[in-house]
């Protein structure tokens, strides 16, 4: 509350009343600094302590991030206080009835270094959360807005989503998470028995934060959620964030099928994002890099952590995160669980040394036994294990007209398998298909929606080939006759079977998952995107087990359970990569690195956005057009509804801008395959040139890029 009083009082000076008119002004010192004056220290220490103040003193000064090094204008500060005892001689302010400006508070409350760690744990803990709210309501009451929107629906819309269902009672999956509310847990379910609807019930009527790897995968829990469990008064209630949010909001709303189209009530489609940026919504569906970059302690953090501490955290999927992420997730946990916020990892299959990481850090939670099938006795997949490189030849013999996925470790090798079966057998050119990461986003979101087609639980008739990299490893939810891929690991592995008979029985003889080990060779992408440890201990590990025909679930949990043990990993690349970077993390000091920077950190920008060149020469007149409406300025006498259509023209125009843009790896830029398009002198993307078509995706230029370069693009996924 105190923090809250005085946190503006500095905007009382001379300077910032001269800026707020219009005038011009020089040397101006950040308010936060100077609000700090009207603190009676001396008392405060009385009722509260000295700790105590110093957290106040140090929230209050630096409220805001202001680039100004305090330590080398502490005297520039001290007299800019002294001179506001004349500003304030008419000051009323009925919250605080002796308002008085004392001397600015010695160096053992503020002193140019901030609270941190090494204040102790306890004191920097409070910090967090007292600097955190006061941001959060400092912004809230900025744009007359909720800080927080009241969860006082979930529960009572899950039991009416239940009833509509026809669904007679929660699994057990859903009872545990139901009556464990108040812990944190780690849950691994088989798929199909419904672990979104289980991280719901566990959120109840609390704040909430529903996470996912994949965009895709978090548009289709958002409508899911919207459509079919919320229904209204969307606005304040649900959100979803991610790095391309806005524009999938107005997607929503321009769609013309009323069951899709996204309807607010109140307020547009700017205000909606902007809400759901500032955290205020009671659910959130999201990516971890919109809440976890917070690790990174960068200038500004409190905020986020400072939610997460009354808040409750979904995790679905973590066998899908890399080793950095793993390290951030766990790091992150640790923090979060410390300041009283709440957990759930609900997972197919849970790797063992996560948890005893997330131990070593402190974190506590319950972990029962995984959750089956009542039916014990349904399997749903039957293994061969071929001793050899996964080919063209087994994929066209195994074919006969069924739902094939292939799934390869790399695109270069995609992409042989699909030219290969195009050039033997050319008239099943319109059954064969590829879908990989090196697609355009337009021509990417096509294909998404094609395999999504085919792979529909409901879809009885189709057939076709579809070869993938490890995009419809997880969080697609389609549902193919036969597996053939290559191994990468055991958790890969059991993921990609996900995608094979999802819920269906398999009572025939013989089988519906090729997995080719590469015999005595190495699989694609083996000791670049797949760690060679991982790799040789997983092939061992299925040739030992004589693994061969049906495998239950509780089979494949014992598998992954006795794999991924810490005793097993600890000298793997991709163990050591994990606390490489927790240790990196803890490391770091606080309020070190900035926002953007940590942003960029946190995604691991290793890849670069381009558009191919002969897309953008086939598209130059439209992005030209784009660009003047992103190029637009705002006129100072537009309305409120013309401001948010010029909003949303831009979004739309950068959204469009973007469509014809792909992520390659870093490493195959150069000065000789790219050329700068400017956008403005914010906005830039990079033109590469490449040979680009909608059928293959990216093919690099050879004599464009080094020959290194080239060969870790082979074992590019």
């Known amino acids: 509350e105190l923090a809250c009083l005085y946190h503006d009082l500095g905007k009382a000076n001379q300077k910032f009343q001269e800026k707020i008119k219009g005038k011009k002004v020089k040397g101006e010192i950040p308010h936060g600094l100077l609000s700090i004056g009207f603190l009676n220290i001396k008392e405060l220490v009385k009722k509260y302590g000295r700790e105590k103040v110093k957290i106040l003193t140090n929230a209050i000064a630096y409220h805001h991030e202001r680039n100004f090094p305090f330590s080398d204008y502490r005297e520039e500060v001290r007299n800019e206080i002294e001179l506001m005892k004349n500003d304030i001689l008419d000051f009323k302010y009925d919250k605080i009835p002796e308002l008085k400006i004392h001397k600015l508070p010695s160096l053992r409350y503020i002193n140019g270094n901030r609270v941190t760690e090494e204040d102790g744990e306890e004191v920097f803990n409070q910090y967090i959360v007292i600097k955190g709210l006061l941001n959060r309501i400092d912004y809230a009451s900025s744009a007359h ?278 050039i033997k057998v050319p008239e099943l050119k319109n059954e064969v298909n590829l879908f990989h990461s090196s697609f355009i986003k337009e021509h990417r979101a096509k294909k998404e929606k094609e395999i999504l087609s085919l792979g529909d639980k409901n879809n009885k008739s189709g057939y076709g080939i579809y070869i993938c990299t490890q995009v419809a490893e997880a969080s697609l939810d389609i549902d193919f006759d036969i597996l053939i891929t290559e191994l990468s690991d055991l958790n890969g592995l059991f993921q990609r079977m996900g995608r094979c008979y999802r819920s269906r029985s398999f009572n025939k003889e013989g089988h519906n998952c090729y997995i080719f080990n590469g015999g005595d060779k190495k699989c694609s992408g083996v000791g670049y995107v797949i760690d060679e440890k991982i790799f040789e201990l997983s092939k061992k590990s299925l040739q030992e087990k004589k693994i061969d025909g049906k495998i239950s679930e509780e089979e494949k949990i014992n598998l992954i359970n006795e794999l991924y043990t810490t005793e097993k990993l600890e000298k793997t690349n991709y163990y050591k990569e994990i606390n490489n970077t927790l240790a990196y993390i803890k490391g770091l000091y606080t309020n070190a690195m900035d926002k953007t920077k940590a942003k960029q950190m946190f995604r691991n920008i290793n890849s670069v956005t381009v558009i191919p060149e002969d897309v953008f020469n086939r598209n130059k007149e439209k992005i030209e057009r784009w660009k003047e409406i992103i190029n637009e300025n705002r006129k100072t006498e537009m309305s409120k509804d013309e401001l948010e259509d010029l909003k949303k023209r831009k979004a739309k125009a950068r959204h469009n801008i973007m469509n014809y843009t792909v992520s390659i790896p870093y490493y195959l830029i150069n000065s000789k395959n790219t050329k700068i398009y400017e956008i403005n002198k914010y906005e830039r993307i990079q033109r590469f040139m490449c040979k680009y078509d909608e059928e293959l995706g990216v093919i690099p230029i050879k004599d464009l890029v080094y020959e290194d370069e080239l060969s870790s693009w082979d074992n590019f996924f």
Request: proline fraction near 2%; charged fraction near 30%.
């Open 145 to 422: 807005e909720n800080v927080e929107w009241e969860n006082n629906f979930l529960e009572k819309k899950m039991e009416i989503w239940k009833r509509q269902n026809k669904i007679y009672d929660w699994n057990d999956l859903q009872k545990y998470m139901k009556k464990n509310r108040n812990e944190n847990v780690i849950a691994v379910a088989q798929t199909g028995m419904g672990k979104t609807e289980a991280g719901f019930l566990w959120i109840g009527n609390s704040k909430g934060f529903f996470t996912l790897p994949l965009r895709t995968a978090i548009n289709s829990i958002y409508d899911r959620v919207r459509n079919n469990i919320i229904k209204e008064n969307l606005e304040e209630r649900l959100g979803l964030l991610h790095s391309d949010a806005f524009s999938e909001y107005i997607k929503r709303e321009d769609n013309k099928d009323d069951y899709e189209k996204l309807q607010l009530e109140e307020i547009g489609i700017s205000e909606y994002h902007e809400r759901t940026k500032q955290l205020t919504m009671p659910l959130t569906i999201c990516t971890i890099d919109q809440l976890f970059d917070f690790v990174y302690r960068y200038r500004g953090f409190e905020h986020k952590l400072a939610t997460l501490a009354y808040s409750k955290l979904v995790i679905d999927e973590i066998q899908m995160y890399s080793a950095d992420l793993i390290a951030y997730l766990v790091y992150g946990l640790s923090h979060i669980t410390k300041l009283g916020g709440k957990f759930a990892i609900l997972t197919a299959t849970f790797p063992p040394f996560i948890g005893d990481l997330l131990k070593a850090e402190g974190v506590e939670f319950k972990n029962p036994e995984p959750f089956i099938d009542e039916d014990r006795n349904k399997i749903r997949h039957s293994i061969k294990i071929i001793d050899e490189e996964i080919n063209s030849d087994f994929i066209l013999s195994n074919y006969n007209r069924n739902k094939v996925l292939v799934i390869c470790n790399t695109v270069k090798k995609a992409q042989e398998l699909y030219e290969e079966i195009k």
